[in-house]
T-cell receptor, first 114, second 112 residues
Framework: QQQVKQSPQSLIVQKGGISIINCAYE??????FPWYQQFPGKGPALLIA?????SEKKEGRFTISFNKSAKQFSLHIMDSQPGDSATYFC?????????????FGQGTILTVHP | DADVTQTPRNRITKTGKRIMLECSQT?????MYWYRQDPGLGLRLIYY???????NKGEISDGYSVSRQAQAKFSLSLESAIPNQTALYFC???????????FGSGTRLTVV
């Protein structure tokens, strides 16, 4: 069964702190791991993505850490800001005939207090 | 104009009614998807289409049907709505090559 498990369900961080959201997957055929950010009343938007041939990818304050052997990946938000308050989803997909079909985690509601 | 447009944005309907949610895109992408979002469950795939003649069931297709009228249009229908279909519905597109999804702003559907 294709499954992606995300934790925590909710997270409260002070401004300037580090937010960490974790995901674990089961299917070793997954080869693309994106993170999406969703604000209220909006659809999810692609934030950052990684492929399993690298262990880390950084874009500004956002970093994905990837551990292929443990089948885990995480999102780190450095210097968290109130504007980062949103719901975050991890996801995974594979190539072949399933190419492009994303399996999402359960979501994490991040609140950054000023 | 938005790249992916969903209509209506909000809808309240009664149990047993047929309802159609519409999606149109200007990205020129072949691949289109319908997802359902429920609190604590994330987004779950209902149907997906790789082109007008290629439509596939996702993990929760029961009670839903779709129509790909053109490359740019992909509609989701609930033939006989039931209360547990109350959810936020998203349409998304993706290019044929590697790339992220572009989501619409969603349709909030309430079945009473």
């Amino acid at each position: 069964q294709q499954q992606v498990k995300q934790s925590p369900q909710s997270l409260i961080v002070q401004k300037g702190g580090i937010s960490i959201i974790n995901c674990a997957y089961e299917n070793t055929a997954f080869d693309y791991f994106p993170w999406y950010q969703q604000f209220p009343g909006k659809g999810p938007a692609l934030l950052i993505a990684i492929r399993p041939d690298v262990s880390e990818k950084k874009e500004g304050r956002f970093t994905i850490s990837f551990n292929k052997s443990a089948k885990q990946f995480s999102l780190h938000i450095m210097d968290s800001q109130p504007g980062d308050s949103a719901t975050y989803f991890c996801a995974a997909s594979m190539g072949g005939t399933s190419y492009g079909k994303l399996t999402f985690g359960q979501g994490t509601i991040l609140t950054v207090h000023p | 104009d938005a790249d992916v447009t969903q209509t209506p944005r909000n809808r309240i309907t009664k149990t047993g009614k047929r309802i159609m949610l519409e999606c149109s895109q200007t990205k020129g992408h072949d691949r289109m998807y319908w997802y359902r979002q429920d609190p604590g469950l994330g987004l779950r795939l209902i149907y997906y289409s790789f082109d007008v003649k290629d439509i596939n069931k996702g993990e929760i297709s029961d009670g839903y049907s779709v129509s790909r009228q053109a490359q740019a249009k992909f509609s989701l229908s609930l033939e006989s709505a039931i209360p547990n279909q109350t959810a936020l519905y998203f349409c998304a597109t993706r290019p044929g090559t590697a790339g992220g999804y572009t989501f619409g702003s969603g349709t909030r559907l309430t079945v009473v």
